[in-house]
Each structure stands twice: as structure tokens, then as C-alpha cells.
């Protein structure tokens, strides 16, 4: 278990996700390695955000330790592969950061390279999400403009 710990704190920050398809250690099977994080988060040195989402947490004046923001997780999910944009927000959410709308979503809607289907729902944290297949692929260049087209 110090061991998977000793990797998680060289390889992943503080308050970042740590996906579970990620962990790559030699010597350790998938299921081995799920209860070792189960046991890490029963010490309290790790906290879980969602099944097979994890993160490393730090200290603060609460009892309880920073919490990880659902926006990093879908962040790092759907948007983001490898540093390079893959995906971008739209829908209300785009809407409400925009300010052109004080509602507060209760579904988060993205649009990203990473989706299997055309449109699909999943949760993230408790939070609805749905992710749709973009018609051209998402770039650095072009997730401006096509976050804009999708605006109209």
C-alpha cells in the first residue's frame, strides 16, 4: 500500500483527479490495485470523488481537506487529452459563463473527440452530463469557434 502511495505522490498533484485507468504500476493487477486505493482512502491519505476517480487531497483549515471541483474532472475527462483541448462546454453552461444567463444548470454539456456516440448521458460526481460527438474534430485552433457556432 506505501508503495502505490509513494507512486500516486510522485506521479499525480494535489487536487488533480486521479482516474483509475491511469495508474500504471508494474508487479500490480487492476484488482489488486483497487483495494489498495480502497485502503488508502479508508486511511485518509487519498479521498474518492466518484467511482474509479480519486485525488489526492491537501490540508486545510477544515477538518475534512480540500475537495476536488467537478469542473476539474470533467475537465480532464472530456476536454483535455494529453494537454491539447479535445473538447469544449456548450449549452447553458457555456450560456451561464458567458453571462448571458444567471441560471445555473443542472446538466453539464460537452462536446468532445473522446465521445463513443453521437449523444450520450453519464454521471460525474453526481452530476448529470451529457456528451456529444462533435461533427468536426476539436483542436486547439477551432474550439473557439466552433463553442460560437454552437452558441447561435
Known amino acids: 500500500m506505501e508503495a502505490l502511495y509513494d ?13 483509475l485507468s491511469d495508474v500504471k504500476t508494474s508487479g500490480i493487477n487492476y484488482a489488486n490495485i ?3 486505493m480502497k ?4 486511511s485518509g491519505k487519498i479521498k474518492r470523488f466518484d467511482s474509479g476517480i480519486y485525488f489526492l487531497t491537501t490540508k486545510t483549515i ?4 480540500s475537495e476536488l471541483s467537478p469542473d476539474d474532472v470533467l475537465e480532464y475527462k472530456y476536454l483535455l487529452s494529453d494537454n491539447k483541448r479535445c473538447g469544449y462546454i456548450s449549452g447553458l453552461m457555456f450560456f ?3 453571462g448571458l444567463s444567471t441560471q445555473l ?9 473522446k465521445a463513443t456516440k453521437d449523444r450520450r ?6 452530476s448529470k452530463v451529457v456528451v456529444r460527438r462533435p461533427m468536426v474534430a476539436v483542436t486547439e485552433g477551432n474550439y473557439k469557434i466552433l463553442q460560437f457556432l454552437g452558441l447561435l
Not at 507512486?7 to 486521479?18: H, R, S, V
Not at 485502503?39 to 479508508?42: E, I, R, T, W, Y
Open 7 to 19: 507512486y500516486l505522490l510522485k506521479n499525480f498533484e494535489p487536487n488533480k483527479p486521479i482516474f
Open 34 to 36: 483497487r483495494r489498495q
Open 39 to 42: 485502503n488508502l482512502v479508508d
Open 62 to 65: 477544515f477538518k475534512s481537506g
Open 96 to 98: 451561464n459563463q458567458l
Open 105 to 113: 444548470p443542472m446538466v453539464y454539456e460537452v462536446v468532445s473527440n
Open 121 to 126: 448521458e453519464t454521471t460525474l460526481g453526481g
